[in-house]
């Protein structure tokens, strides 16, 4: 019987191994085109292995599109390698050269896209499990305009989760009509470098609608995955109207909790905490708290 179970235990973990590798996945998707275009689309591929890949007899569908990714003039992508979709044309992105041009039209409203190997094998997907529309990403003209979709972890899974928007400040890349695009065309994400580098901060409480009076311990948990956690410097801010502006409420702060005399404050239920947690590059994470009420 022991025997038996351990069996079904060394099934389990081997079965886990091989589902995680992923030899190649789709790592940025400019569904929404360009400030130039709308129907300026692009869409990059990644290597993540320390082997090159070889895409002969592979192919990237979406809707009823079907690309032959064979069809580049070189198909091999190196370890840590890009591989650039352009549609149309190669001004899509204009100072960057395309590795294989496309035609076929990403809709705004959403729509999966599957890598496939030269045996029809699915290698990765993208936006799948979204419902409607796109896990990240933008078609608006204001704000971030036209912000690409990129994932979170080269590595990781298909899950909305590890998808967000260029975030406008990390950049490569230059339109059709010459701007820069919100973007990172063969180049590594915005959203994986702010993953590598930048604090991560979780608040333990107030809960929602919670009553305070007197003293509190505001606590929280911060790491920088790429730093001394020891370094990291913290900020707490308040607001009194339920998130739309802030004061400094403490400065400068090291460690994991402050005790935060709540009779200072008059009496409201609009009022949200926030700690922005900074490390010695000048990488910020935040975190704020849900709306809570101050009563005493
Ligand atoms: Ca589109
Ligand atoms: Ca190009
Ligand atoms: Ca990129
Ligand atoms: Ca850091």
């Known amino acids: 019987?022991?025997?038996?179970?351990?069996?079904?235990?060394?099934?389990?973990?081997?079965?886990?191994?091989?589902?995680?590798?992923?030899?190649?996945?789709?790592?940025?998707?400019?569904?929404?085109?360009?400030?130039?275009?709308?129907?300026?689309?692009?869409?990059?591929?990644?290597?993540?292995?320390?082997?090159?890949?070889?895409?002969?007899?592979?192919?990237?569908?979406?809707?009823?599109?079907?690309?032959?990714?064979?069809?580049?003039?070189?198909?091999?992508?190196?370890?840590?390698?890009?591989?650039?979709?352009?549609?149309?044309?190669?001004?899509?992105?204009?100072?960057?050269?395309?590795?294989?041009?496309?035609?076929?039209?990403?809709?705004?409203?959403?729509?999966?896209?599957?890598?496939?190997?030269?045996n029809g094998e699915v290698v990765d997907t993208a936006n799948s499990g979204v419902e409607k529309g796109w896990a990240a990403g933008s078609a608006k003209i204001e704000g971030i305009a036209y912000a690409t979709m990129e994932r979170i972890d080269p590595s990781g899974p298909d899950l909305p989760s590890n998808w967000r928007s260029n975030n406008g400040l990390i950049t490569c890349g230059h339109d059709a009509a010459d701007q820069a695009i919100n973007g990172t065309p063969r180049?590594?994400?915005?959203?994986?470098?702010?993953?590598?580098?930048?604090?991560?901060?979780?608040?333990?409480?107030?809960?929602?609608?919670?009553?305070?009076?007197?003293?509190?311990v505001i606590s929280w948990q911060a790491h920088d995955p790429d730093g001394d956690d020891s370094l990291l410097q913290v900020n707490i801010l308040i607001s009194a109207d339920g998130g739309d502006s802030f004061s400094p409420l403490v400065s400068g702060l090291v460690g994991d909790s402050y005790v935060w005399d709540t009779t200072g404050y008059e009496n409201g239920d609009r009022y949200v905490l926030q700690v922005q947690v900074k490390d010695p590059d000048g990488n910020i994470g935040e975190a704020s708290s849900p709306v809570f009420s101050i009563e005493n």
């Not at 992923?22 to 085109?33: D, F, H």
């Not at 370890?79 to 352009?86: A, D, I, M, R, S």
């Open 1 to 118: 019987m022991t025997r038996m179970l351990l069996f079904g235990l060394i099934i389990v973990t081997l079965a886990g191994t091989i589902a995680c590798a992923q030899s190649m996945t789709i790592n940025e998707v400019a569904w929404a085109g360009t400030a130039a275009s709308a129907t300026d689309e692009w869409i990059e591929l990644y290597n993540p292995t320390d082997a090159p890949v070889d895409l002969t007899g592979w192919t990237l569908t979406f809707g009823k599109t079907v690309i032959d990714l064979g069809k580049a003039t070189d198909t091999t992508v190196e370890p840590g390698g890009y591989f650039l979709l352009e549609r149309t044309d190669d001004k899509t992105v204009s100072d960057i050269a395309a590795d294989l041009i496309y035609t076929g039209s990403l809709s705004n409203s959403g729509s999966v896209l599957s890598l496939l190997d030269q």
């Open 187 to 216: 180049a590594k994400n915005s959203a994986t470098i702010v993953w590598e580098t930048a604090p991560t901060v979780m608040l333990n409480g107030p809960a929602e609608g919670q009553a305070l009076s007197g003293n509190l």
